[in-house]
């Protein structure tokens, strides 16, 4: 099948995240026959808390958390930065299946990934309940929602937070801004709240028939609480699932 062929020629599609996950996502637009646009549109800092979480991780290889909670591919990045070795008394848990590769890439053994709900919240439903005592070290963004923390402290668990990294904004190029504003840019790809935020602060008002596309509920939900319009959810969290909600609303 040529390009004219394909469900996505010639759409030009905004992804707001860089990296690598960026690089696949571009590579899956490709294959539709989409033309990329990587904007970044949120970028990762240091703690403010350092102290304290150096003690968090003191704590952890020391052996005092039954269990770590990792949410993100950058929290992955905090471990390997800091030399972390998990002991083996520690059990590891991960919220997707994507968190979990970055994790098993890393040289780290992931005990639980939920099955059907790759969040915050599916992790907390589909807990081990043989698992529901004991200390829980959750690393995570400044501006993480509480809803890992609440939710395994409501189950009995003894959960411990700390700040791993700051998500901070960046601000995109002006000529991407002008190819939104313009409607130059058929589609946005929205990955997380914060990036939500950014979107609606950066780039809104929206043009009418800019479709938006949001990556599981829970961004959905978020990115409609910024003011976001909301045309294709994945129910997966996966860049096939993502690319694909766009694929299926185009259709």
């Known amino acids: 099948m040529t390009t004219s062929g394909k469900p996505l020629a010639g759409r030009r599609v905004l992804i707001p995240r860089g990296g690598r996950w960026g690089d696949s996502v571009a590579a899956t637009l490709r294959g539709f026959g989409a033309i990329p646009v990587i ?5 990762f800092a240091s703690t403010d808390d350092a102290q304290g979480l150096a003690n968090a991780l003191y704590d952890l290889q020391d052996g005092q958390y039954d269990w770590l909670v990792i949410t993100s591919a950058t929290t992955v990045d905090v471990l390997m930065s800091q030399s972390v070795v998990v002991p083996p008394s520690t059990r590891i848990a991960a919220v997707g299946e994507t968190t979990a590769a970055a994790l098993t890439i890393a ?11 790759n969040s915050a919240r599916g992790l907390v439903k589909e807990w081990p309940r043989a698992a529901i005592t004991g ?4 690393p995570q963004s400044d501006i993480a929602e509480p809803t890992l923390v609440s939710g395994l402290g409501e189950l009995g668990l003894d959960v411990t937070f700390v700040s791993a990294y700051r998500t901070v904004g960046v601000p995109v190029a002006e000529h991407v801004a002008k ?6 840019i ?21 043009p009418a028939d800019t479709v938006v596309v ?3 509920p829970r961004t959905a939900f978020d990115a409609r609480a910024a003011g976001l319009t909301v045309n ?20």
Do not use: H, K, W
């Open 179 to 184: 190819d939104v504003a313009e409607g130059r």
């Open 135 to 138: 200390r829980v070290l959750i």
């Open 107 to 117: 040289g780290y053994t992931v005990d639980f990934v939920p099955e059907s709900d």
């Open 232 to 251: 294709a959810i994945s129910e997966i969290r996966t860049v096939t699932a993502l690319v694909e909600a766009l694929v299926e609303f185009v259709a």
């Open 39 to 43: 904007a970044p549109m949120i970028n």
């Open 186 to 206: 058929s589609a946005i790809l929205v990955t997380s709240g914060s990036v939500a935020r950014q979107i609606a602060a950066q780039l809104a008002p929206l």
């Open 214 to 216: 949001c990556i599981g």
